[in-house]
């Protein structure tokens, strides 16, 4: 089955610092989902990469895909303490014509004033 | 908006007990999926289900059972509560379009509580 690696597992940064986190694949990628999660709520919908080489920006946030489609990034600019939660990335195991989603681990953000 | 609604937001059950997570979207989703969520193990799928009354065994189907009669509604039953069952659980629903998956919209999530 298809399995997702998300590093680093949790991280803390300063106000207005940069990130990246990152998600690795064990087979190709043919949907790869980023999704952020306040504590204790459901999963907010970010962005969608389906493409090699795709990149798409939301404000602050941009996604890129890896030309091979195993690897992702997700990056953040100038960090606010809106941004902080659990990210995860997600990917469309496609079985059978049906959906069978699947997720990372999640990377913990915080965002320190 | 694209809405999913699972019944309860929080939910203590005794060990034994027969539970059952409800799910309602309203934006006729063919997908629907139930999934877990504990420390450091991130989003586990337990079940999902592509169609009225069919439903897929995910990764840790073990001790759960899920209900689909109704496109819009997907129960989960824990047939017998127990303490390792503690955990938060998401609902999730998506489109089937041209051969693959729109994006999932989530739940607000139940977090139960077996004692």
């Known amino acids: 089955s298809q399995e997702l690696e998300q590093s680093p597992q949790s991280l803390i940064v300063q106000e207005g610092k940069n990130l990246t986190i990152n998600c690795t694949s064990s087979k190709t990628l043919y949907g790869l989902y980023w999704y952020k999660q306040k504590y204790g709520e459901g999963l907010i919908f970010l962005m969608m990469?389906?493409?090699?080489?795709e990149e798409k920006s939301h404000e602050k946030i941009t996604a890129k895909l890896d030309e091979k489609k195993q690897q992702s990034s997700l990056h953040i600019t100038a960090s606010q303490p809106s941004h902080a939660g659990i990210y995860l990335c997600g990917a469309d195991g496609a079985l059978q014509g049906a959906q069978k989603l699947v997720f990372g681990q999640g990377t913990r953000l915080t965002i320190n004033p | 908006d694209v809405k999913v609604t699972q019944s309860s937001r929080y939910l203590v059950k005794r060990t034994g007990e027969k539970v059952f997570l409800e799910c309602v979207q309203d934006?006729?989703?063919?997908?629907m999926f139930w999934y877990r969520q504990d420390p450091g193990l991130g989003l586990r799928l337990i079940y999902f289900s592509y169609d009225v009354k069919m439903k897929e065994k995910g990764d840790i189907p073990e001790g759960y059972s899920v209900s689909r009669e109704k496109k819009e509604r997907f129960s989960l039953i824990l047939e017998s509560a127990s303490t390792n069952q503690t955990s938060m659980y998401l609902c999730?629903?998506?489109?089937?379009?041209?051969?693959?998956?729109?994006?999932?919209?989530f739940g607000q999530g139940t977090r139960l509580t077996v004692v």
């Open positions: 934006m006729d989703h063919e997908n």
């Open positions: 999730a629903s998506s489109l089937w379009d041209r051969g693959r998956s729109t994006e999932a919209f």
């Open positions: 990469l389906q493409k090699g080489g």
